[in-house]
């Protein structure tokens, strides 16, 4: 299996700093995976390493929550040469939309970017089973929970990562006196 980590590195999908994440919390690190995604051969290398593990469950359709969960969860889907369809908050709350219809019983595989919670994963488990879905697995690339997010299916991922967060007041790197930068900002766009 290919390090994902390292190939994240090397498309500047993560970073080493000192980073203010959109929860106002600092991290030393940080994690955009969209950059990971940018090239369709890795997005696709991604998506059959995630289907080499569901082979056997007779998967009938991967779905993804939207946006995060679209590049790998289609990624998947090529693989197993299955359908892709997909879930999108409507008003707050995760929807199936644009005609997508699921039958019942179908076997379904949610596909996420990066699981931090599960949050996401879990909605859009919901809005599948609403539907008459038989959702039997979720994967993603990324396991940000340290194995703890429960979705309520078996779950696997391809890589576990740590990213610590600390309030203001107890961030090691505020107390070294490390410029803290904003993702998403110009400058930690830029390729180191
Ligand atoms: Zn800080």
Known sequence: MTDVLEEFTDRGALL?????????LHSPRYLQCALALQYPSDAARYGREIAERFQDKQIETVASPAIGGL????AVAAA???RFIW?????????VRRGFTVRSGER??????????????RECIAAFSENGGSVVAA??????????????????SLVSLDVP???????????????????????????K
């Open 165 to 191: 967060s600390y309030g203001v007041d107890e961030c090691p790197m505020c107390a070294a006196g490390i410029n803290a930068v904003k993702p998403g900002s110009r400058n930690s766009l830029t390729k």
């Open 87 to 95: 879930t999108e908050r409507q008003d707050g709350v995760m929807t």
């Open 80 to 82: 197993l040469n299955v």
């Open 71 to 74: 590049i790998i969860g289609y």
């Open 16 to 24: 080493d700093g000192h980073f203010i994440l959109s929860s106002g």
């Open 108 to 121: 379904i595989l949610v596909v996420e970017d990066v699981i931090t919670t599960g949050g996401s994963t």
């Open 139 to 156: 994967a993603s690339i990324v396991d940000r929970s340290n194995g703890a997010a429960d979705v309520g299916v078996p779950r696997i």
